[in-house]
């Protein structure tokens, strides 16, 4: 039945038909999205990538440039205000010399602690 639905709505919406249902659809669908910005993970990964950028000794402008961001972007990232995306977790990375694995593992292992001191 699931599929069903998927299908016409696919359909719907390559024939641009905004009726009222396609409209209410897409907007579950960008609630949800939305809903997909866990918090804790964002906080994790902005003291991840600030402290591996202090220990690079490198300015956030400096940082940026290597990875082809914009400066804003790499203080929005470190106040936890935005929430990159996986080319940009490959590309800071790259610019900080460490692998996207060991930002990963060090954001989860952040936000593990983060969750356990919110509990």
Sequence with gaps: MQAGLQEET???I????????TIVVRAEIVHRMAGARDSI???????VVREARLAA????????????????????????????T???IFSIAGSLGVT???L??????????IGAQQS
């Design 10 to 12: 696919k359909q719907r």
């Design 14 to 21: 390559v024939k641009r038909d905004y009726s009222l249902w």
């Design 41 to 47: 993970l964002v906080e994790a990964f902005s003291e």
């Design 57 to 84: 000794n490198k300015t956030q402008e400096q940082l940026a440039h290597e990875a082809l961001v914009d400066r804003t972007y790499v203080g929005l990232l470190e106040n936890a205000k935005r929430q990159p």
């Design 86 to 88: 996986l080319s940009v």
């Design 100 to 102: 996207p694995e060991t």
């Design 104 to 113: 990963i593992k060090r954001t989860r292992d952040r936000a593990t602690r």
